[in-house]
């Protein structure tokens, strides 16, 4: 992909799925950015499909998650 980046959105459940609570600054989302573009590159997907995971893997609870009752 060539460019800028596309924009993500970095709500409570993305940042709940990557298990990261408070981001907030724009180096945190700049971040975000690089590794969710990272990701979709090296998965042969988009980083809206990685952003979508991580927002549906946010809504899981973490006990869920971790494979808890």
């Known amino acids: 992909?060539?460019?800028?980046?596309?924009?993500?959105?970095?709500?409570?459940r993305v940042?709940?799925?990557l298990r990261l609570p408070g981001l907030g600054s724009h180096r945190h989302y700049a971040t975000y950015l690089d590794l969710?573009?990272?990701a979709a590159a090296q998965l042969n997907t988009t980083p809206h499909a990685i952003e979508h995971a991580l927002f549906t893997l946010g809504g899981v609870p973490l006990s869920a998650q971790q494979g808890r009752p």
């Open 1 to 12: 992909m060539a460019g800028r980046p596309w924009a993500l959105i970095l709500d409570q």
């Open 15 to 17: 940042q709940r799925a």
């Open 36 to 38: 969710a573009h990272q």
